[in-house]
């Protein structure tokens, strides 16, 4: 007997000590995600029924389709519409905001899931990308 799928919800954060504006210049387009996010080799945005998407080649050589639902001064919503993570119904959040002495950037999904190993698969896809980001600007 199968057992149903569960809502997970990963989220993952960090603090950089950088203007928030600075940041989202560099993450916030939809499009750059292959600059700052290691596992990403290629992004290329399409334009498919008059909404956007990104097709994402990783380093390994899989491949992620991803539409976007939001866009907003600072943060940005996106679902997984195919790829090989072991996830459906695949929603994101990614974030940036100011605090004191720099900003946090907010990383968050829900999905679901039937593979007990999918939360710490998209844990370790939102920490390698959050830690390129201390690299690039140090922080906690």
Same mark, same amino acid.
């Given at each position: 007997?199968? &057992?149903?799928?569960?809502r997970?919800?990963?989220?993952?954060?960090?603090?950089?000590?950088?203007?928030?504006? %600075?940041?989202?210049?560099?993450?916030?387009p939809? @499009?750059?995600?292959?600059?700052?996010?290691?596992?990403?080799?290629? #992004?290329?945005?399409?334009?498919? &029924?008059?909404? %956007?998407?990104?097709?994402?080649?990783?380093?390994?050589?899989?491949?992620?389709?991803?539409?976007? %639902?939001?866009?907003?001064?600072?943060?940005?919503?996106?679902?997984?519409?195919?790829?090989?993570?072991?996830?459906?119904?695949?929603?994101?959040?990614?974030? #940036?905001? &100011?605090?004191? @002495?720099? #900003?946090?950037?907010?990383?968050?999904?829900?999905?679901?899931?039937?593979?007990?190993?999918?939360d !710490?698969?998209?844990?370790?896809?939102?920490?390698?990308?959050? !830690?390129?980001?201390?690299?690039?600007?140090? @922080?906690?």
């Open positions: 007997m199968s &057992e149903e799928p569960h997970d919800r990963v989220e993952r954060w960090i603090d950089l000590p950088a203007k928030a504006e %600075t940041v989202w210049a560099h993450i916030g939809f @499009g750059s995600v292959a600059e700052w996010h290691p596992a990403v080799a290629h #992004c290329k945005l399409l334009e498919v &029924e008059g909404e %956007t998407h990104r097709h994402l080649t990783l380093v390994d050589d899989a491949h992620l389709l991803e539409r976007l %639902t939001e866009h907003g001064p600072h943060h940005y919503r996106y679902e997984l519409l195919e790829g090989p993570l072991p996830v459906e119904n695949y929603r994101a959040t990614l974030t #940036c905001f &100011e605090e004191p @002495g720099g #900003c946090r950037v907010f990383w968050s999904a829900t999905f679901d899931a039937e593979d007990p190993s999918a !710490a698969i998209v844990a370790g896809i939102f920490e390698s990308g959050l !830690a390129a980001l201390q690299d690039r600007y140090g @922080g906690r």
